[in-house]
Nanobody
């Protein structure tokens, strides 16, 4: 069974930075795409950033130029560097990983992290 453990959330002032990490543990799997969603107060869950197994990335328009997603495949870990944070970035951030078989990388499921709170004060 795959588990994703997030870390790095917290309280920061507007204009500050935070770095989120999400590490996958377990055995007998490979990871294809990874990324981050967020749930902000009063809004639907939003895809923040996505990184494919080959390294290509996509971002929500609201975070382009401020957030950077990256991954370390050897560590099965995805990161989200968040700079120039704004109060509207406040929310719970969830990482995900698309789990595949070790052979042929056939899709199995999507694993989710437990969520980490990010609060940006004005």
């Amino acid at each position: 069974q795959v588990q994703l453990v997030e870390s790095g959330g917290g309280l920061v002032q507007a204009g500050g930075s935070l770095r989120l990490s999400c590490a996958a543990s377990g055995s007998g799997f490979r990871i294809a795409d990874m990324g981050w969603f967020r749930q902000t107060p009063g809004k639907q869950r939003e895809l923040v950033a996505h990184i494919a197994s080959g390294g290509s990335t996509n971002y929500a328009d609201s975070v382009k130029g401020r957030f950077t997603i990256s991954r370390d495949n050897a560590k099965n870990t995805v990161y989200l560097q968040m700079n120039s944070l704004k109060p509207e970035d406040t929310g719970v951030y969830y990482c995900y990983a698309d789990i595949t078989t070790t052979q042929f990388m056939l899709p199995l499921s999507r694993a989710w992290g437990q969520g980490t709170q990010v609060t940006v004060s004005s």
